[in-house]
């Protein structure tokens, strides 16, 4: 069976795939290719500036040409690649020898023996999936988190002055705004926003064992320290400066645990949406020809909170997987870092299904104004906590036992029924003003 959107294994390559094509050139496997390519020309370029004795004949005249092995790369290089590696099994030896084999013939051939010279796989792979990596999350993963911070904040201040009834344990409540419970969200979400930004892009790069063993020997002089520490600054990141034979991936596992607790701050927000939904303080926008339910005709479900949710956990799950499994490697090193490292796209992919459903169930919402009047107007009895707070202020005796014996009766309580019970407080007529003016409409705080 070929493969295709609808004989793929994987939702994210199937049935979602228009939704994260923009991801396949940082996390497929022609992506990891192609900064696997970038890494090595880079490094080559590095030793040359870097003023190798054996390599002061190449023209730096030549480097655009160089460069241009992955700035042009395309599939059909990945290709020769993978063929490569069909004799050498071996993944990043493919990749030195198909920029050997691409430079045969042009000036820098005498000096190819210094591609992938002194390196272990690792520091290519511990290079290329933290850069590939970082340009993802720059241009294709963080701006939707900060379209949905951007979005509540629009409905926070729309929403601000739209008093609503409260609910702690499920129970109705001291009344809020709406805007407020948005703000909630907005405020959270910024803040694990400002804690990604400060966790560095950390690499690996240091040979064999983490100790230039390999460029200790050839160039025992050189402060190859210095020269690693430069290289990968070039590229946007840090270098771990005391490793094994690959990266300790502590500030890749911070990074994936940021993502879970925004995740997680979204899943709340997706549940909190639909219960408001299914209470009918929201409605949804109609699409013209679409179908909520296949036996009943009323329906119009909220499934884009539902697929958020839905596609948050499985990222998340994902997400605690990497983050507890890459730091731990047996010794020097195992490879069980490299066959998960694989899968790094797949939470992203997820997330960025969840966050474009979100946005467009965010859009979809309509106020109902009328539903959210009626809750509180039926809700009378939230006025108790401000009615008893202020006789505690007028010194009257026991007010929280007397609000108590009237709202936890069988009775209903109206505003007929609190106008009457205000009525008969001993206390003076400003006070019993300042009560009346106690409404769950008006009692919202900040």
């Given amino acids: 069976m070929n493969l295709s959107a609808l004989t793929a294994i994987s939702p994210v390559d199937g049935r979602y795939r228009s939704q994260v094509d923009a991801l396949a050139p940082y996390f497929s496997e022609l992506g990891l290719i192609h900064y696997r390519v970038r890494i090595e020309i880079e490094y080559f370029i590095a030793l040359c500036e870097w003023q190798v004795p ?10 655009p040409a160089l460069r241009a092995l992955y700035e042009n790369f395309t599939e059909g290089d990945a290709l020769r690649i993978k063929e490569i590696e069909k004799t050498t099994n071996h993944d990043v030896k493919a990749v030195e020898y198909f920029i050997k084999e691409k430079l045969e013939g042009s000036s820098v051939e005498p000096f190819l023996e210094f591609v992938h010279f002194g390196l272990t796989s690792q ?49 109705p409540a ?8 948005l703000l909630v969200f907005v405020e959270r979400i910024e803040k694990q926003l400002q804690l990604l930004s ?21 160039y025992p002089k050189d402060d190859w320290k210095k020269f690693g520490d430069t290289f990968v ?29 925004l995740n997680t701050i979204l899943i709340d927000l997706d549940r909190d949406v639909w219960t408001y939904v299914s209470m009918n303080y929201f409605k949804q926008k109609l699409k013209e020809g679409e179908v909520g339910s296949s036996a009943m005709p009323h329906k119009v479900n909220p499934i ?36 998960v490292l694989r899968s790094i796209g797949v939470p992203f992919a997820h997330s960025v299904i969840a966050l474009k459903s979100l946005l467009k169930g965010l859009s979809k919402l309509e106020l109902n104004p009328a539903a959210i009047a009626a809750d509180l107007e039926e809700n009378w009895a939230v006025v108790a906590e401000g009615i008893q707070t202020i006789l505690r202020r007028e010194g009257y005796p026991k007010p929280y036992e007397a609000l108590k014996a009237l709202t936890r009766t069988n009775q209903k309580i109206t505003a007929q029924t609190i106008s009457q019970f205000i ?13 009346r003016a106690i409404t769950p409409f008006s009692y919202t705080g900040l």
Avoid: C
């Fill in 304 to 339: 884009d909170f539902e697929n958020s949710e839905g596609n948050l956990g499985i990222a998340n799950a994902l997400f605690e997987h990497l983050s507890g499994k890459l730091p731990i490697s047996r010794l020097q090193r195992d490879l069980t870092d490299s066959t």
């Fill in 174 to 181: 001291s009344p809020t705004r709406l805007g407020k419970e």
């Fill in 198 to 218: 400060t966790i560095p892009t950390a690499a690996k790069f240091g040979g064999a064992t983490g100790n230039f063993n390999a460029h200790m020997v050839a």
């Fill in 233 to 261: 600054e070039g590229l946007g990141m840090v270098r771990s400066q005391f490793t094994t034979q690959i990266e300790h991936y502590d500030m890749l596992a911070a990074t994936l645990d940021a993502f879970k607790r």
């Fill in 123 to 171: 520091d290519i792979n511990n290079t290329a999936i933290p850069l590939l990596l970082s340009d993802a999350l720059d241009t294709e993963i963080v701006p939707l988190y900060r379209d949905v911070f951007m979005r509540l904040q629009v409905l926070a201040e729309q929403w601000k002055d739209v008093a609503m009834l409260a609910r702690t344990h499920g129970q």
């Fill in 423 to 435: 009525d008969e407080l001993n206390v003076s007529d400003a006070v019993k003003a300042e009560l």
């Fill in 54 to 63: 054996q390599l002061a004949g190449v023209d730096r005249s030549q480097f």
